[in-house]
């Protein structure tokens, strides 16, 4: 793990996948603030905003839409400096693909817990107060959390005053959003739960780069790599199987044939004749 030392007190870079999920982002708050004022707000939040019924009703696009719905000022305004701050940090050490990937796959993984725990509170009748999900939250803990694993001897400032690692600050946040799951927000704190989770897995498999050139092996080429892994072991698997089969047919036949590993067969001569070169 790196160790680096405390951050300083100013603004990181605004480029790269930074700049383009922040803009996006400050464009949608500010045309559903434009669109409140037409009275189409409500309507626009309803209908984007994830609410877990409705997306189980057949309101398919929503864990895709409910990241750009912000119908708060000051929480959009945290939420997006926190973007910036970690998003920044994370792409000048690994790069604008997983940044951009990092941030799918929280919001994916946050939209995904929410579903997750309002069906089975359908499914085993317990009661689960329901709130629309909106707003990046669930991408900055998943940052939060990666730069946590991936950076965690490097010093943030708390309040802009008192310094604290990365490590520390994910813990004390996860922690906190683990309590609110006994309080009224359960179905929020659950589902940021499950963005950090989602950001630990794409960590996972998404593979690491060298220096600061951009990366052109994502994620993809993990699960490719995986694939072929598999594909192969099965087709060993079958050689060897037919080459069981193959023995024991021989072998009915009054004749013994050996089969390696990878199903070639084995000639005794030769055998016998490396054998007298091993000992003798």
Same mark, same amino acid.
């Given at each position: 793990?790196?160790?680096? =030392?405390?951050?300083? %007190?100013?603004?990181?870079?605004?480029? =790269?996948?930074?700049?383009?999920?922040?803009?996006?982002?400050?464009?949608?708050?500010?045309?559903?603030?434009?669109?409140?004022?037409?009275?189409?707000?409500?309507?626009?939040?309803?209908?984007?905003?994830?609410?877990?019924?409705?997306? &189980?009703?057949?309101?398919? *696009?929503?864990?895709?839409?409910?990241?750009?719905?912000?119908? #708060? +000022?000051?929480?959009? &305004?945290?939420?997006?400096?926190? %973007?910036?701050?970690?998003?920044?940090?994370?792409?000048?050490?690994?790069?604008?693909?997983?940044?951009?990937?990092?941030?799918?796959?929280?919001?994916? $993984? @946050?939209? #995904?817990? #929410?579903?997750?725990?309002?069906?089975?509170?359908?499914?085993?009748?317990?009661?689960?107060?329901? !709130?629309?999900?909106?707003?990046?939250?669930?991408?900055?803990?998943?940052?939060?959390?990666?730069?946590?694993?991936?950076?965690?001897?490097?010093?943030?400032?708390?309040?802009?005053?008192?310094?604290?690692?990365?490590?520390?600050?994910?813990?004390?946040?996860?922690?906190? @959003?683990?309590?609110?799951?006994?309080?009224?927000?359960? +179905?929020?704190?659950? #589902?940021?739960?499950? =963005?950090?989770?989602?950001?630990?897995?794409?960590?996972?498999?998404?593979? !690491?780069?060298?220096?600061?050139?951009?990366? /052109?092996?994502?994620? $993809?080429?993990?699960?490719?790599?995986?694939?072929?892994?598999?594909?192969?072991?099965?087709?060993? *698997? /079958?050689?060897?199987?037919?080459?069981? /089969?193959?023995?024991?047919?021989? /072998?009915?036949?009054?004749?013994?044939?050996?089969?390696?590993?990878?199903?070639?067969?084995?000639?005794?001569?030769?055998?016998?004749?490396?054998?007298?070169?091993? *000992?003798?």
């Amino acid at each position: 793990m790196p160790r680096m =030392g405390q951050l300083p %007190l100013a603004f990181p870079d605004f480029s =790269g996948a930074t700049r383009r999920l922040v803009l996006i982002n400050l464009a949608a708050f500010f045309a559903l603030l434009i669109l409140n004022l037409a009275h189409y707000g409500n309507a626009i939040v309803l209908h984007l905003a994830l609410t877990p019924t409705d997306f &189980l009703s057949g309101r398919f *696009w929503q864990p895709f839409t409910y990241s750009l719905v912000h119908p #708060a +000022l000051l929480n959009t &305004l945290l939420e997006l400096l926190s %973007l910036w701050f970690l998003a920044s940090f994370l792409e000048s050490h690994r790069g604008s693909r997983f940044v951009t990937g990092l941030y799918i796959w929280s919001v994916l $993984g @946050t939209a #995904a817990a #929410a579903i997750l725990l309002e069906f089975a509170a359908g499914r085993f009748g317990f009661d689960l107060p329901e !709130a629309p999900l909106a707003g990046c939250m669930g991408a900055v803990f998943g940052m939060l959390i990666a730069i946590g694993v991936l950076f965690g001897d490097v010093q943030f400032l708390m309040f802009f005053v008192i310094g604290i690692k990365a490590k520390y600050l994910a813990a004390i946040y996860a922690l906190i @959003t683990f309590a609110t799951l006994f309080g009224q927000n359960r +179905l929020i704190a659950f #589902a940021q739960i499950g =963005g950090a989770l989602a950001a630990l897995l794409y960590i996972r498999l998404a593979p !690491a780069r060298a220096g600061l050139q951009s990366s /052109k092996r994502g994620i $993809g080429f993990s699960f490719s790599e995986r694939w072929y892994a598999l594909r192969n072991n099965y087709y060993r *698997w /079958k050689r060897r199987r037919a080459g069981r /089969k193959f023995e024991v047919y021989m /072998k009915k036949q009054g004749r013994t044939v050996r089969l390696d590993s990878r199903g070639r067969q084995i000639d005794d001569d030769d055998d016998e004749h490396n054998n007298r070169g091993r *000992w003798n």
